[in-house]
């Protein structure tokens, strides 16, 4: 088994040859102004270190070196000079020892039973004194991505939230449901095949020199993701050492944004298409935005009118774009959809030109229901199985009165919050979702139990008699109202303006 997971990250991080010229691709990054590059090279602080270090869960799994960052937490006053002596030099030169960059791979389903290594996840487990001067990069790199990341990238983003790509889609497929006339919509939802673990260093290289990052900044960025030795762990069992030739590491903190930085030369090659005209924009309501793309990470949804033409230059650009960086887009794994007014056999055309299945419905988006009619029960119900099944691990008799409130304020009553921020959930799904709880709480098995207080007064503040247990639909009324402030407070957001 050791030897099968070797054999297949060996594969998966192999290097591919390119050429190394860049020309081809458009430069749409603004420039850096004097003090932000300065900034990013600052000499590094005792305090800085520190705040990078204490941001680490204490019992966050460790790398190979087996030290928690627990043990800096407790020992800060012995070891925190040394340590902070080892990640301002390592910002000085552009480099630290190889050994601190050694890294774990440990294997993570995604499905109950994986039947082969794709169906395998690798989280990579790093040392904590890396994780330290990753951290570091990061915070510098976060306050400059709202001017460098184009709002159609939402991840990683001061300021932006994962709702806000949710609504704009949500808003998008609404307008293909409704669409009259010759003018017909596509969207195409892309699927990237182990993005991590396929992008090309010397296209994280072009990128964030291209950026404006340089000097040992720069190849600090650079030692990080080049210098790493991977061990994988399988049963318990430390395999031998190999070294990838691409890709960045999923559990690595600075991977994130640099993967977001090379995910935005695609939103170029975009706005190139689109200012040359050969990209045909949407537009979901009457003065608001042109919407040509959606990314988060690497959950990508690509709009253009639906023809020939359309589709050709959408694969056009994703074919540029990975042959660049390394990617590789899962076509059978993708979906088209195209809007209610286009003819079946057109939407069939532009399928086979993006050589990717025509579908009705592209199921979820950023794990939430992409709703193309009204919002019923049933649209949301795997939220209320999921809540069943939480609660069917745990017995109610083993439970105290005080262990069942602690779990449905912590598991059960969490679980709609997330779509609860972006839709109104009917008042039959909030009856159902409360009805749960409130049963769980009183102890309901195949008896009928006495419910000892109204459900209203255990909803109330702990302060006015209740248990602090928050209703459903009150919760829902409430995420969606802080989601209209937001709104009040960034009118230049898409989501906002459409």
Partial sequence: MKKIAIDYFCKLFSFRIHNGNYEGLPRFFPVLEDNEASNLCRVISDEEVKESIFSIGGLKAPGPDGIPAAFYHNQWEVCGKELVGVVRESF??????????QTLITLVPKVPSPLDMSQIRPISLCNTTYKAISKIIVQRLRSLLPKL????????????????????????????????????????KI???????????????????EVGIEGSFRDLIMWCITSVNYRVVLNGEVSDQFSPGCGIRQGD???????VLCME?????????????TWKSIKISRGGPE??????????????????????TMKECLDIFCDYS????SYPKSRVLCSTNVKERDAKLIAEVCDSPITKDLGKYLGVPLIHGRVRVRTYWDIVERTQKRLAAWKM?????????????????????????????????????????????WGHSSKAVVHLVKWDTVCLPKNKGGLGIKKTKEMNQALLAKAGWRILQNEDGIWCQI
């Fill in 92 to 101: 000085r030169v552009g480099s630290f020892p190889a050994e601190l960059n």
């Fill in 149 to 188: 990341i184009s709002p159609n990238q939402v991840a990683f983003i001061p300021g932006r939230h994962i709702q806000d790509n949710i609504v704009v889609a949500q808003e998008a497929f609404h307008k293909f449901k409704s669409m009259k006339g010759k003018k017909g919509y596509v969207a195409w």
């Fill in 191 to 209: 699927d990237l095949a182990k993005a991590y673990d396929r992008i090309q260093w010397s296209f994280i290289r072009q990128v964030i020199s």
């Fill in 326 to 329: 390394g990617q590789q887009v």
């Fill in 265 to 277: 030369k695609l939103s170029h090659l975009i706005f190139e298409r689109r200012n040359l005209g």
């Fill in 253 to 259: 903190p600075l991977s994130p944004y640099l993967f």
């Fill in 397 to 441: 008799d083993s439970l105290s009165l005080a262990g069942r409130v602690t779990l449905i304020k912590a598991v059960t009553s969490a679980l709609p919050i997330y779509a609860m921020q972006t839709v109104k959930f009917p008042s039959e799904m909030c009856y159902k979702l409360d009805k749960i709880n409130r049963d769980f709480l």
């Fill in 291 to 312: 919407i040509s793309h959606l990314f988060f990470t690497d959950d990508l949804i690509l709009f253009g009118q639906a023809s020939i033409s359309q589709a050709k």
